[in-house]
């Protein structure tokens, strides 16, 4: 089985509270101020207390379309992978030349040549690392991530594979945009980086940390317009459906039954729940269909409340908060899930 040697989350320097956020889009999005008072109830209904962005915040003034956002987007981005992955590598206790492969997923910049290539050459991976960029999976890519690692180290059992998720959703505002999707993401989505570093079953490192025992990923017919980006000449547009907890508690249930029936094991038998924190909404849907409650969520919901949603860099940094926050036991088990665009589902079955 592959083991987790590390995994840490990183963040930009530049944190505001929810109400300074709210001021900027406000300012830049919303020209007509009858729109203000309903922004600022979605933003206060978010749960979310404060943010980090990539740059300063009277820098966001400044952007001028799309070509400087994302000029921008890759500055910070290359910055903050490299800081996640070198960090993540010095947890493991392996060098950057260590790496065999490195998968890296973002959705909320262009970059050609991808993150990881960027990240290698300023990192110093090998100049035959494999490398996979993932674009398309959002707030699921952290989960499917691991689980990609996973299959990777199953047939390569002596390898090293590293995730780096970079996610700087301040740079997909949209200037004059009104709509209800805008003003809900607008308040939840912050920016973030995390890395996780896994070896293979035969690699000396194998013995300490989280196995990884299985995965299950779930497609959900009909959904696509759930959740994602429209892509125009102002750049990415978010699409949010009202469905989304709907849809978690019509599906997620019988995910997670998939996920655990094969190995004996139910809803109970579960000592550590590492969930995306898609929203309140969300974490509330999830909670109520596998009859969880707040403390079994706790580091989700404290997630969401000190940094927002970063889209898939969030269940990694709730995944770093739990090794860090809630020593475990040997034998107990865990599961990793989030959601995103498709709509689907990813879970990982872990256990210490």
Same mark, same amino acid.
């Given at each position: 089985m592959t083991t987790i040697a590390a995994v840490h989350g990183v963040l930009p320097p530049h944190r505001y509270s929810q109400r300074q956020l709210t001021d900027l889009f406000t300012e830049l999005c919303l020209p007509d101020p009858t729109t203000h008072a309903l922004a600022a109830r979605f933003h206060d209904g978010a749960r979310v207390a404060a943010r980090h962005l990539a740059l300063p915040v009277e820098r966001y003034r400044e952007i001028d379309g799309f070509t400087d956002a994302n000029n921008a987007f890759l500055a910070a981005a290359v910055d903050l992978g490299c800081d996640a992955a070198s960090a993540a590598l010095a947890g493991a206790g392996l060098r950057p030349s260590d790496v065999d492969l490195v998968l890296s997923t973002t959705v909320t910049g262009i970059a050609v040549p991808s993150l990881d290539a960027r990240i290698a050459a300023r990192i110093g991976l090998r100049s035959d690392v494999k490398r996979i960029p993932i674009v398309g999976l959002g707030c699921l890519a952290g989960a499917a991530g691991i689980a990609r690692l996973h299959d990777f180290l199953a047939g390569w059992p002596t390898s090293v594979a590293m995730l780096v998720s970079v996610e700087l959703c301040s740079f997909t505002l949209q200037r004059q945009d009104s709509s209800v999707a805008n003003m809900i993401a607008s308040g939840l989505f912050g920016d973030g980086a995390a890395a996780v570093v896994a070896v293979?079953? @035969? /690699?000396?490192?194998?013995?300490?940390?989280?196995?990884?025992?299985?995965?299950?990923? =779930?497609?959900?017919?009909?959904? *696509?317009?759930?959740?994602? $980006?429209?892509?125009?000449? @102002?750049?990415?547009?978010?699409?949010?459906?009202?469905?989304?907890?709907?849809?978690?508690?019509? /599906?997620?249930?019988?995910?997670?039954?998939?996920?655990?029936?094969? =190995?004996?094991? *139910?809803?109970?038998?579960?000592?550590? $729940?590492?969930? =995306?924190?898609?929203?309140?909404?969300?974490?509330?849907?999830?909670?109520?269909?596998?009859?969880?409650? *707040? =403390?079994?969520?706790?580091?989700? $919901?404290?997630?969401?409340r000190e940094i927002g949603n970063l889209s898939s860099a969030s269940v990694l940094h709730v995944f770093a908060d739990t090794q860090a926050r809630r020593p475990a036991d040997p034998g107990d088990w865990g599961v990793v899930m989030a959601m995103g665009p498709g709509f689907c589902a990813e879970l990982v079955l872990l256990r210490w």
């Open positions: 293979g079953s @035969d /690699h000396p490192r194998a013995a300490a940390g989280p196995r990884v025992v299985d995965s299950v990923s =779930h497609l959900y017919a009909n959904s *696509e317009r759930a959740m994602g $980006w429209d892509i125009g000449s @102002d750049g990415l547009k978010v699409v949010l459906g009202p469905e989304v907890p709907d849809l978690v508690r019509t /599906h997620l249930a019988d995910d997670v039954k998939s996920l655990l029936a094969p =190995h004996g094991l *139910e809803v109970g038998d579960i000592a550590r $729940w590492i969930c =995306h924190p898609g929203g309140p909404k969300v974490i509330e849907a999830v909670q109520s269909v596998l009859g969880l409650d *707040e =403390h079994d969520l706790a580091l989700t $919901w404290r997630s969401l």
